[in-house]
Every structure is written in C-alpha cells, then in structure tokens.
C-alpha cells in the first residue's frame, strides 16, 4: 500500500514537472537583439555588388536588367525558403505597361512587382508590408547608372530584414502578424509599382498595418552635420496618420540602435516634398500608416558614380537593422496600431 502511494506521488510529481516545463516553453520570448544584430553588412554588401553591378545596365524598368536583378532578389528568396504569397502565383505581380504611361513620356515596357511573404503566427490576415523600389534609370550613352544607393541599399537592406525574420521562424518565433516583402517596380517614372499594388492589393489595404518603406539608406548627404557624422537616418512620414508609428520608431531605436533620427524632410512645408516622392504615398494616401527612411540626396544621386563602393555599410546596416526592429515590434504587437490622425 505504501509503496502504491509512493509511486502515486512521485509520478504526480513527475507530471506537474513536465506541466511546469511546458508551460515555462509556452512563456518563452524571442531575444529580438539576436535578429537585429543578424543584420550583416556583409551580407548586404554581397547583395548590393550584385544588384548594382553593370551587368544589370542600371535595372531600367521593364527591361532585361531589372528583370535579371528581379530574378536574383527572387533567387535569394527561394534559398532561404521564404514562398511568394498565398493567393499568388508566383513572385511576380505584373504591372502592365499601359498602366504606366503617362503623357509625352517614353513607352515603359510591361514590368513586375516582386513578392515574398512569412505567414502571421497568430494574426495571419493582418499585414506588414516592407517595401523597396528595385528599379533604376538604366544607361545613358552607353554608361551604366548602377544605383547603388538607390535604390539598391533598400531593396538589399528589404532582403535582409526576410533573411532575419525567416530566421525567427525557424527558432520557433513566427511573427504574429504576416509579413509582405515587395520590391516594387517603376519607382523612377512616377511611383507605378506602388500605386499599382495600392490599387491592386493582394491583401486587403483595411487589413495593411503599415508601410515601411527604405529608399536610400547607404550613403550620407552634407546637411546638419552629417557629413562629420554619419548615424543618422530622415524618418518621414511616421506622424502623419499613426501617433503610435512615431512612437514605436523612436523606442525601437533608442532600445536598438541609437541613430539620430532626423525629421527635417518631414516638415510640412519642405520645399522638395519628399514626402510625396517614394512608395510609401501610394499606400499613406489610401489610409496605412506609412514610415520612410532615407539618407537624403549626395553628389552622385541619379549619376553614374552612384556605385557599390561608395557606400557605407556600417550605415547601411544601422538604418537596415532600424527597419527591421520596427517591423518586429508591429508585427509581434498585441494590438494593431492605431490610425488616429488625417495624414496631413
């Protein structure tokens, strides 16, 4: 009988273990400092020579550079094992040539939006779009206009932050929320790629959380002191419809990263309007709150000089690691963010 009671308890005690080790397995949270610092510049460095060498003829759109620089960006997806998007079938989203024409400007040839996406743990039909122009101006007389910096630098810097995410899944921290990865097209000839998937959502926009566009973040402009001091990055956009964007970006990356956040372009009254001038307008017009980083416009901006070399990966991957915390934190959040303002 003693013995009887005996192994009652000892196996009661056995299971309230297993209960206990379980339940402490189920509590485990991801060290998010483990992904950031994943970000590689030497992994965007390889990337970057890649997308930015001459034998992409400085990706025009629509035309065999751009499509052999969408093939790579692709390549690299399939190797980490990260699908192009339920409901899709393939990579690409066409963007038609008709779609972009405009005016008296040169016939554009049918182009393609690219596509990966980490389905959402929890909340799958919630939606994180990342998004990075990888398009360029081509050549010009017969000289490559490689576009290292743009937008190059983003659309390696969108590669990595999968690469990092794709990794949190794999250690069993799915992101709760989905996330889209869309290199987009036709950036150069008036944002077409953006404003085509704006208007042609895979996803519903209702369902988009946010925006997060990366557009020049490899090199260093002269204005404020920066060129003496390089750790900073222009955030534009993130006040305009999301109170909690703003916030979020600033918590990121005082916990992160430690940049100089900038908001001069935010301004307003800016005189260039950059707010109005990459892919995230396209998604902020139709109500997603929209953040967009940039390193501001340097000498060799839309020049033939804009190379893999002169880029700072240092920088290159602050800024990348930056986006990436961002990205983790509104994805992994409790409750989406709010749209608690009219984007003016």
């Known amino acids: 009988m003693k013995k009887v009671v005996l192994l009652f308890v000892v196996g009661s005690f056995l299971v309230s273990c297993s209960a206990a080790k379980t339940k402490q397995t189920a509590k485990k949270t991801a060290d998010v400092s483990k992904y950031v610092n994943s970000i590689s510049e030497t992994n965007l460095s390889k990337n970057l020579y890649v997308i930015a060498s001459d034998e992409m003829e400085g990706r025009n759109t629509g035309e065999p550079g751009q499509k052999k620089a969408g093939q790579y960006i692709i390549d690299r997806y399939k190797e980490l094992g990260i699908l192009n998007p339920p409901g899709s079938e393939n990579y690409y989203q066409k963007v038609p040539s008709e779609f972009m024409k405009r005016g008296f400007a040169p016939k554009l040839n049918d182009s393609e939006n690219i596509w990966a996406f980490i389905p959402g743990a929890e909340k799958p039909e919630e939606i994180v779009v990342i998004s990075a122009h990888y398009d360029h101006v081509g050549m010009k007389n017969g000289e490559v206009f490689n576009g290292a910096d743009d937008d190059g630098s983003g659309t390696v810097a969108v590669m990595e932050i999968a690469k990092a995410f794709q990794q949190a899944k794999k250690d069993g921290f799915s992101p709760k929320r989905s996330i889209l990865f869309l290199h ?58 999301s109170s909690e964007l703003h916030t979020i970006n600033e918590a990121m990356n005082q916990k992160y990263v430690g940049l100089n956040l900038d908001y001069k372009y935010n301004d307003r009254k800016d005189p260039e309007r950059i707010y109005f001038r990459s892919d995230h307008y396209n998604f902020a017009k139709k109500g997603v709150p929209a953040i967009f980083y940039f390193n501001g416009t340097h000498e060799d901006y839309h020049g033939p000089n804009d190379t893999p070399d002169k880029i700072e990966y240092d920088l290159l991957a602050m800024r990348t690691k930056l986006a990436f915390a961002v990205a983790w934190e509104i994805a992994n959040r409790e409750n989406k963010i709010v749209v608690d303002k009219d984007g003016k």
């Not at 150069?188 to 925006?211: C, I, K, Q, W």
Request: hydrophobic share 30%; aromatic share 8%.
């Open 184 to 241: 987009v097209t036709g950036e150069e000839h008036g944002l077409h790629g953006s404003r085509y998937y704006s208007e042609n959502p895979l996803f519903p926009l209702a369902n988009t959380v946010v925006d997060i566009n990366i557009d020049m973040i490899g090199r260093r402009d002269s204005l404020n002191g920066h060129k003496e001091n390089g750790k900073y990055v222009y955030v534009i956009g993130s006040d305009r419809l």
